[in-house]
């Protein structure tokens, strides 16, 4: 059993530059040497969408510089591990991959190894880079480094992280705002990302409006607390109403209860471009946790928050993180926790164990919960969140639906998309990325809705 039940859906960054980009073979750029003539580089993405892309923008940098992209170490003359370092086993995760590509470096196939996102900013970066022989380390704040690394001129560093990282593609990440205010008991975020940085309202339109003007067509709002965003007496729900005017499909990730405002939530419901799905990440149902997990809010507001969320938006879907077995946690805190997931009804959940975050406020508290217990809630959340997850899944069984495709067809014939509630779809269809398919819900388990043939 893995310690979540899905990936972790955010992790943000601070400073991003502004890249003065260069033609391959322009003078500057890296003179090829790959075996084939041309360099080529990996780049691997540990965690969340941030990461993604955060990736995004590096590889940017490194086709500037004349590099192919190729999908396999072995393939690789530079590899580039752009890591999360929001649990433990995380690093372990990255160990491993070190230790492989110092067995590559050995073999002659890679020849440099670049170390960046949340980990290089940590401090645990320099042991790894004594340990393995890293040639770059890079953190959040400073990965337009990476640009002379590969070649490139130097990049100012700015604020505004201007880079269209994906023009192009048919879906988009952009950032919002960078680094987070809060300070939770057991979270490294803020030490690797820093303080939260907003972007102006009218550069992330602009960047919105190129993006839609290059074929995008769903463009997700990033940061790791969203919906604290705030810039010249804006706040998000200002942003967002501009942003539902500007794209044609819109989602926004991760939301903090603290800053969520009931009229961000009715405008979900109101503007058809907003996909009607709602991210809030509560951690525990207990008031005595979310205290010691300085939260900044109380149970029953996240549940009049729900509530509201579930008048204004009555199709929408809903999902959340849960921490189990953070110190001090106790049988009865662990009970609110599973009340508090039974009245909210998520669509689907985070699931995290607790995993102590050297220089964290949780990973010097005593109290440890004995990992048995620790797994037995974990599973005892889960099984309440599937039981929900499904019911109302059943729900949407014989509904015609717009499914907007993610994820082209496998080998099955089957692709995966997403409904205007936020569901995730199979469907068979042969339809590509960014296109839209009508057809009927046939059947729903805990996690997905099972479509007919799409209708003509
Ligand atoms: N900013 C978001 C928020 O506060 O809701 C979440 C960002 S965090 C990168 C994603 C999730 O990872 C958190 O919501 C939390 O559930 C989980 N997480 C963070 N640190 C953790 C830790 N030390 N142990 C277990 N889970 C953790
Ligand atoms: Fe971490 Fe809390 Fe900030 Fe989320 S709000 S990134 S959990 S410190």
């Excluded at 072995?74 to 752009?82: G, K, R, T």
């Excluded at 048995?372 to 969140?385: D, H, I, P, S, Y």
Aim: glycine share 8%; aromatic share 6%.
């Amino acid at each position: 059993m893995s310690d979540t039940t899905e990936t972790s859906p955010a992790a943000t960054r601070t400073a991003t530059p502004v890249m003065i980009s260069r033609k391959p073979g322009a003078p500057g750029a890296r003179v090829p040497s790959g075996s084939e003539g041309t360099s080529t580089a990996c780049i691997r993405t540990f965690g969340c969408q941030m990461n993604v892309h955060d990736s995004d923008r590096m590889r940017r940098m490194i086709l500037d510089a004349g590099y192919a992209e190729v999908q396999s170490y072995e393939e690789a003359d530079l590899v580039i591990l752009n890591t999360c370092y929001v649990r433990e086993n995380a690093v372990d995760r990255v160990r491993g991959h070190l230790g492989e590509l110092n067995r590559l470096r050995r073999l002659g196939r890679v020849k440099k190894v670049a170390l960046t996102g949340c980990i290089g900013a940590s401090d645990e970066a320099t042991t790894l880079q004594r340990q393995y022989g890293i040639d770059l380390v890079l953190g959040t704040h400073n990965t337009y480094e990476l640009a002379e690394f590969v070649g490139l001129p130097t990049m100012r560093e700015t604020y505004t992280p201007d880079l269209p990282g994906t023009q192009g593609e048919h879906s988009a990440f952009v950032t919002i705002m960078t680094g987070c205010n809060y300070q939770c008991s057991y979270c490294i975020v803020p030490s690797v990302r820093g303080r939260m940085v907003c972007r102006p309202l009218e550069n992330v339109v602009a960047e919105i409006e190129g993006l839609v003007e290059s074929g995008t067509g769903y463009v997700t709002l990033l940061g790791q607390t969203v919906d604290a965003w705030r810039h010249d007496g804006k706040r998000f729900c200002d942003l967002l109403a501009r942003v539902a005017d500007v794209a044609p499909r819109v989602w926004f990730t991760t939301s903090h209860p603290s800053n969520m405002e009931d009229r961000t939530l009715r405008l979900i419901g109101e503007k058809d471009t907003i996909v009607k799905r709602l991210h809030l990440p509560v951690q525990s149902g207990s008031d005595r946790m979310l205290k010691v997990m300085h939260r900044g809010y109380k149970a029953e507001r996240y549940r009049r928050k729900i509530e509201v969320f579930r008048e204004a938006v009555p199709d929408g879907t809903l999902s959340t993180d849960v921490i189990v077995g953070h110190p001090g946690e106790t049988e009865e805190d662990h009970e609110q926790t599973l009340k508090l997931v039974e009245d909210c009804a998520f669509d689907s959940a985070y699931i995290f164990k607790f995993s102590p975050r050297k220089g964290t406020e949780a990973a010097e508290l005593g109290g440890a919960v004995a990992p048995g217990v620790v797994q037995r809630r974990f599973l005892e959340v889960l099984r309440a969140v599937e039981q929900n997850a499904f019911a109302r899944n059943q729900r949407k069984v014989g509904s015609l639906e717009d499914v907007y495709i993610r994820h082209g067809s496998t080998e099955d014939g089957k692709a995966i998309g997403e409904t205007w509630s936020g569901h995730a779809v199979h469907v068979r269809t042969e339809s590509e990325p960014g296109e839209y398919v009508r057809a009927r819900i046939d059947s729903a388990g805990p996690h997905v809705l099972y479509a007919g043939e799409p209708i003509a």
